[in-house]
């Protein structure tokens, strides 16, 4: 054996293992190591950087199958200027009658429902006994205007548990009005 066990993979392990004579032997044999350990708080650092990143790259990813849609349904939003500054959990595209089109990646995260389940319900159910009926007024009284809003209402998720999610609204448009685009995201 090398003089410097501290290289040793799983010396741990290793040391563990050995009865007391054993260890004796080769305690000489054991040096601190030489190399220098990075210190846990930069991991720290590095590992928020790293999820905001990630968090980033998913976005971005997201965003780009939505504009693959787009152009598929030839809307002419700017889609750049929707999406610029804004911060979502999940996409739900839905058709004029409210039926739900596509989810993104995040819809199944965020709500526990897999986006095979969403796809032609309408969104009506996510919502429970503490929905607030005023703020589904709003809702659909903005959306006979076609106009872009943002409101917050209690959602539910599959295994039932109630949750604050914000929701913002844009119609998308060929001549007309065709579809909605929902950015959500859990508040609070």
Same mark, same amino acid.
Not at 35 to 50: A, G, Q
């Given at each position: 054996m090398k003089k410097n066990l501290m290289n040793m993979q799983s010396l741990d392990i290793y040391l563990s293992s050995l009865s007391m004579e054993e260890y004796r032997e080769?305690?000489?044999?054991?040096r601190v190591?030489?190399?220098?350990?990075?210190?846990?708080?930069?991991?720290?650092?590095?590992?928020?950087?790293?999820?905001?990143?990630?968090?980033?790259l998913r976005q971005q990813n997201t965003?780009?199958?939505?504009?693959?849609?787009?152009? +598929?349904? *030839?809307?002419?939003?700017d889609l750049d200027a929707v999406f610029k500054d804004?911060?979502?959990?999940?996409?739900?595209?839905t058709?004029?009658?409210?039926?739900i089109e596509w989810v993104s990646e995040g819809f199944s995260e965020m709500t526990g429902y897999s986006s095979r389940f969403a796809v032609n319900?309408?969104?009506?159910?996510?919502?429970?006994?503490?929905?607030d009926k005023a703020v589904l007024e709003r809702i659909r009284q903005k959306l006979s205007r076609e106009e872009p809003f943002t409101e917050v209402l209690i959602n539910y998720k599959k295994d039932k548990?109630?949750? +604050?999610? *914000?929701?913002s609204v844009i119609p998308l448009i060929t001549e007309k009005t065709t579809h909605y685009l929902a950015l959500e995201r859990q508040a609070g």
């Open positions: 080769i305690e000489d044999d054991i190591s030489e190399i220098k350990l990075m210190p846990l708080r930069s991991w720290d650092i590095y590992n928020d950087y790293y999820a905001r990143q990630l968090a980033f965003i780009n199958s939505f504009k693959e849609l787009a152009k +598929k349904f *030839e809307w002419k939003n804004k911060t979502f959990d999940a996409l739900v595209l058709n004029k009658e409210a039926k319900k309408t969104p009506h159910f996510l919502q429970g006994k503490e929905t548990t109630p949750y +604050k999610c *914000e929701i």
